[in-house]
């Protein structure tokens, strides 16, 4: 235990990285706003931050993933121009994605041969599997050099991954949020093994917006916040307290928008989940034990952190996602086996967190992919023709609504993302839907956009309609909802009226650290 | 209201005149290479391609005969053309046409004592179903997810020449041949036009592109059909039944398959011939995928692969020169077309 103070370096070197005034622009975003942080050998540095606070980004900037915009990186006090992960590597930074990079098919040991810079041409595979058995004893790396990749858990591929940096020669670990694949019990493995390392003089980055984690594992804490440093602590200074008003501090209360009472809680909900639970497929979260309403002129606002059922939540309402155990009822009725037709028949709107993907066809017309949820009230004579004159009218009347305007001529794919998100919300809005799920939806809007798309949500309430609004901007959900759950490992682990709480509280169970300690203010 | 179908050509005719001289040019690529072939073999590729012209266009009966190699093929290049809308990739028509075939023999052999009227439209009623239950298997495991189609269609291929030859060999063999049935009697075959071999099919199978054409640009169902084919995932939580869609599209592409297999052994050759097809299935492959899956494409390009068909038949017998041989002009010329994306993305991003 080195618990030192957040300035002073742990040993008595200089710092091994230094990142001095580094920013990184997207369209539209600053993901990174001028970040310095230095990190020293021998320590194991945490990265902490909510989504998009632009923790990801920093890390692939260092590691010469993306071309950061200005900003200087500093290894061993020498300027280094990393601009390529070859590069990076070159000078000794290794990264351990999210999604894990072995190859299936192959085994450990050829994986890690792939990965060595020096590999001769004929190669002697049994001399690695020796050197990646007494490095995995070394460091309680423990994996059979000679199994496939595609028989071993992730958290042994993991182990994997961080041998392969080792025998490259990394002196400088990243590790983008590797507890997020990991069983409990394999975090705290992972921690020791960290641990380990930097005893070794490495340096080691991690990244997670777990503060249980953070508290667990971590020598020193750079807290990110919507892409700009928001503080700095070390593990002696930093309690739980502290590290969420550094995340999510904010004042809502100066937050206004126009949301009279509708009164509504009494009726009879439009939307009620009984006990719902899904199986998880491959990269999908199962959900569990889901008890939700949602009732008309009644908005129910849905934070977490993005990854934890969010997609699954919106899937399984809509009927694209199976419920495993449970029930589902729309209006009384249950719908717990309906097909996503008969769902949106019944007037259920759906906005996904993913327009391209998840809702538009991009090489047919505007026109086409408005008509193409509601085709059963747009054809004319059974089907033999469409009436394309009602499409254009009601979409028309839809913008005019919202104030947006987009073409409705030629392909989906010529719209911008911005436009390709108004025409969802435009096509799903158009039918004065009683059941709105609503993911995201001001990403990728500009300010102006947003408000309106915000503001349609707000008539759809005013009107009677439910909405569920899955947002991972805590602003959003203070702001339009009556209600909020939180959504966290796929269970619904908080209940709140946004009067009745504040972002620090809500934030304390997007991040998981309910569990240790028991409280739920 | 043609304006949210026309996605294909928005620049209008200029395009399709620089579209029109790409393929003539590709076109005239093939037939230079295949004339270098011809030129190494010691044949006059001149004289060989003035041979196919004239054997084929240069007369009335030639024009005949390409319109009989012709109207299968229309029917199997659509049997493809169709699933690949979907997303789909339909190998089977060959083995769909077998079973296609079957069937419509066997209610030829069985109820040859029917009028015409009743026993044709049955047998391309049982046509339809022999090649539509061919396709059942595919289209549900894909449907589920389980195994590619063209996996399956592909596979199902060697199956259906293996059925139709055991009931061709162990139970309805003419008492003369093994590889037999008896011949059809004259109410079990469709009526022949204008006194060439050409027969009603040829009408059949233009109609059918025509009614295609306008199922995918007018109907509700071509949108969701088209949907699908763009983006599956969008498409299912639009809340179109895709699996559905995926199955039954399958069945009618088998059907199609399977009424060119009933308009053979009716039309063609007025008996079930065990291995009768040669490929014909394999042959809608091609002719769909160098037509990109466009009814009028499908048209034209199968009207041109019907005259170098015809035309290789008779190169064979006054040039000497081998029937396969052709295959090589016809590889090349798929060979050439499939080359075509490339050129075309990379004016776009000139």
Redesign the interface.
């Known amino acids: 235990m080195n618990a030192v103070s957040s300035g002073v370096p742990p040993t008595g070197d200089g710092p091994l990285l230094r990142v001095r005034g580094l920013t990184k622009h997207f369209p539209g975003v600053l993901a990174n706003d001028s970040i310095s942080f230095d990190v020293f050998p021998g320590e194991v540095h945490a990265l902490l931050g909510e989504n998009g606070a632009g923790k990801s980004t920093l890390v692939k900037c260092i590691y010469g993933y993306y071309r950061r915009d200005a900003g200087e990186i500093l290894i061993d006090g020498f300027a280094a121009d990393l601009r390529t992960p070859q590069e990076a590597r070159r000078r000794r930074i290794g990264m351990v994605f999210q999604n894990l990079t072995l190859i299936p098919a192959l085994t450990v040991v050829e994986n890690v041969a792939l990965f060595l810079p020096d590999l001769p041409i004929v190669m002697d595979l049994p001399a690695i599997a020796g050197e990646l058995e007494a490095l995995g004893d070394r460091y309680h790396l423990r994996v059979d050099p000679w199994a496939h990749v595609q028989d071993l858990s992730i958290g042994q591929q993991q182990k994997a991954e961080l041998l392969k940096l080792l025998l490259g020669q990394a002196r400088i670990l990243i590790l983008d949020e590797p507890t997020r694949v990991l069983a409990p019990h394999e975090v705290e493995g992972l921690f020791q093994v960290l641990a380990h390392l930097a005893a070794d003089g490495l340096a080691v980055i991690f990244i997670t917006h777990k503060l249980n984690e953070v508290l667990q594992g971590a020598d020193r804490i750079t807290v990110l916040r919507q892409g700009r440093v928001a503080g700095r602590l070390s593990r002696a200074e930093a309690t739980e307290d502290k590290l969420l008003r550094l995340m999510f501090e904010r004042d809502f209360s100066s937050l206004s928008i126009d949301r009279p009472a509708t009164g509504a809680s009494a009726d009879r909900p439009i939307l009620e989940l009984r006990g719902v639970a899904t199986e998880a497929h491959g990269a999908t979260i199962a959900l569990r034990q889901i008890d939700l309403k949602i009732h008309p002129g009644e908005i129910v606002g849905v934070a977490g952190v993005s990854g934890n059922g969010q997609r699954e939540l919106g899937?399984v309402i809509?009927g694209?996602l199976a419920c495993a155990r449970g029930s589902k009822w729309l209006y009384g009725k249950n719908v717990t086996h309906a097909?996503?037709?008969e769902?949106?028949?019944d007037g259920v709107g759906?906005i996904?967190e993913d327009p391209l993907?998840?809702?538009?066809?991009?090489?047919?017309?505007v026109?086409?992919n408005i008509?193409?949820?509601r085709?059963?009230r747009?054809?004319l004579e059974g089907?033999?023709?469409?009436d394309?004159?009602a499409v254009r009218l009601d979409a028309e009347d839809a913008m005019q609504q919202l104030g947006f305007s987009f073409s409705l001529?030629?392909?989906a794919r010529s719209l911008s993302g911005g436009n390709l998100q108004r025409m969802v919300i435009v096509r799903e809005l158009s039918h004065d839907p009683q059941l709105i799920i609503a993911s995201y939806i001001t990403r990728g809007l500009d300010a102006q956009s947003a408000r309106a798309a915000q503001r349609a949500l707000l008539q759809a309430r005013a009107r009677g309609a439910a909405v569920l609004l899955i947002s991972e901007d805590l602003e959003e959900i203070f702001l339009l909802s009556d209600r909020l759950v939180v959504l966290y490992g796929g269970r619904i682990v908080g209940r709140f009226r946004p009067e009745e709480t504040g972002a620090v509280a809500v934030g304390r169970l997007m991040t998981g650290s309910q569990g240790e300690n028991g409280r739920a203010d | 209201?043609a304006?949210?179908t026309d996605?294909r050509a928005?620049a209008g005719p200029r395009r399709i005149l620089n579209g029109g001289l790409r393929y003539a040019a590709m076109a005239a690529l093939a037939f230079v290479l295949f004339g270098v072939i011809l030129r190494l073999a010691g044949k006059d590729p001149l004289q060989a391609y003035r041979d196919i012209f004239t054997s084929t266009l240069g007369s009335a009966y030639g024009i005949s005969e390409v319109f009989v190699t012709m109207t299968p093929l229309l029917l199997t290049a659509l049997a493809v053309a169709l699933p690949s809308r979907l997303g789909l990739i339909n190998v089977g028509g060959e083995g769909q046409l077998y079973m296609g075939a079957l069937l419509a023999t066997w209610a030829a052999l069985r109820f040859s004592h029917l009028p015409s009227w009743l026993l044709l439209p049955m047998m391309i009623v049982l046509g339809m179903i022999g090649g539509g239950l061919w396709a059942v298997p595919a289209g549900y495991l894909r449907a589920k997810g389980i195994v590619n189609e063209t996996i399956t269609t592909l596979l199902l291929n060697v199956v259906a020449p293996s059925i139709v030859a055991f009931f061709v060999f162990g139970f309805w063999h003419s008492p003369m041949d093994t590889n037999k049935t008896p011949n059809f009697v004259p109410a079990a075959r469709l009526p022949t036009l204008f006194g060439t071999r050409v027969d009603l099919s040829l009408v059949i199978g233009v109609g059918l592109l025509a009614l295609f054409w306008f199922v995918m640009t007018?109907?509700?169902?071509g949108?969701?059909m088209?949907?699908i084919?763009?983006?599956p995932?969008?498409?299912?939580?639009?809340?179109?039944?895709v699996q559905r869609y995926i199955v039954g599209v399958m069945v009618v592409a088998g059907g199609l398959a399977g009424l060119a297999g009933m308009a053979q052994v009716s039309g063609y050759y007025g008996v079930l011939l065990a291995n009768f097809s040669r490929g014909l299935g394999y042959m809608g492959f091609l002719v769909s995928w160098l037509a990109g899956g466009s009814p009028l494409g499908i048209l034209v390009t199968s009207f041109v692969v019907a005259v170098i068909l015809t035309g290789g038949n008779l190169l064979q017998l006054t040039r000497d020169v081998p029937y396969s041989v052709i295959n090589i002009l016809l590889a090349m010329t798929l060979f050439v077309v499939l080359a075509r994306p490339r050129f075309q993305r990379r004016r776009k991003t000139a």
């Open positions: 899937d809509l694209d097909a996503v037709g769902m949106r028949r759906f996904p993907t998840m809702a538009v066809v991009p090489m047919l017309s026109l086409e008509a193409v949820t085709t059963d747009y054809a089907g033999l023709r469409m394309w004159r001529a030629g392909p | 209201m304006e949210p996605r928005p007018r109907t509700r169902w949108l969701e088209r949907s084919g763009g983006n995932w969008a498409s299912r939580r639009n809340g179109i039944p």
